[in-house]
């Protein structure tokens, strides 16, 4: 079946640089993307979500890219701290459909 | 703690053993999900329960797995005659009417 995948399963950046996290998907009818964060032991944390029918969208410190024409989609984060150091997926669904569908996730290290 | 809480947190349980485990969703949420995350990987849906009904179940939930949320409130996973394959992090999450899903802290299953 159709699903979503990482490019890159490991990223080190220095503290206090951006980082930028990417994520292929193949189900061109996926209308609603989410990324989430998560620690070790804990569950995945709510990020930021975009729909399909919007490029970019902003939140603190993160901001997400939509580009539909060749199904990639980014996290970028700027100002990169330790506390950012976690596992992130990025994750599709068809409204209609409910359910998540999800990558198998990038481990973001952030160097001292 | 307004937040999605499982219980127990941690289960280790011999092969053939039956468990279960308990998600309390979000206040208000009406919408409640199970999902199964296995090391290294993305969680992978269950199934999904709108108010008490349950609306859609994956090919993943053998007849060994049954869930219910009799009240539309919290919800049970039952794993019957556990195998060594179910060992997983079984997590939950709740949405009210949107896609958005607020996740829990997991419940971690271990079948020796």
């Known amino acids: 079946g159709e699903s979503v995948g990482l490019h890159l399963p490991t990223l080190s950046v220095q503290e206090g640089d951006n980082s930028i996290i990417n994520c292929a998907y193949s189900n061109s009818a996926s209308d609603y993307f989410i990324w989430y964060k998560q620690e070790s032991g804990k569950g995945p944390q709510f990020i930021i979500d975009i729909r399909s029918n919007m490029d970019k969208r902003q939140g603190q410190r993160v901001t997400v890219l939509l580009n539909k024409t060749v199904k990639h989609l980014s996290l970028q984060i700027a100002a990169t701290q330790p506390g950012d150091s976690a596992v992130y997926f990025c994750a599709e669904s068809l409204e209609s459909a409910r359910q998540l569908t999800f990558g198998s996730g990038t481990q973001l290290t952030v160097l001292p | 703690d307004t937040g999605v809480s499982q219980n127990p947190r941690h289960k280790i349980t011999k092969r053939g053993q039956n468990v279960t485990f308990r998600c309390d969703p979000i206040?208000?949420?009406?919408?409640l999900y199970w999902y199964r995350q296995t090391l290294g990987q993305g969680p992978e849906f269950l199934t999904y329960?709108?108010?008490?009904?349950?609306?859609?179940k994956s090919r993943l939930l053998s007849d060994r797995f049954s869930a219910e949320r009799p009240k539309g409130s919290f919800s049970t996973l039952e794993i019957q005659r556990t195998e060594q394959g179910d060992s997983a992090m079984y997590l939950c999450?709740?949405?009210?009417?949107?896609?958005?899903?607020?996740f829990g802290p997991g419940t971690r299953l271990t079948v020796t």
């Open positions: 999450a709740s949405s009210r009417d949107r896609v958005e899903q607020y």
């Open positions: 329960f709108q108010n008490e009904a349950q609306l859609e």
């Open positions: 206040s208000e949420h009406n919408r």
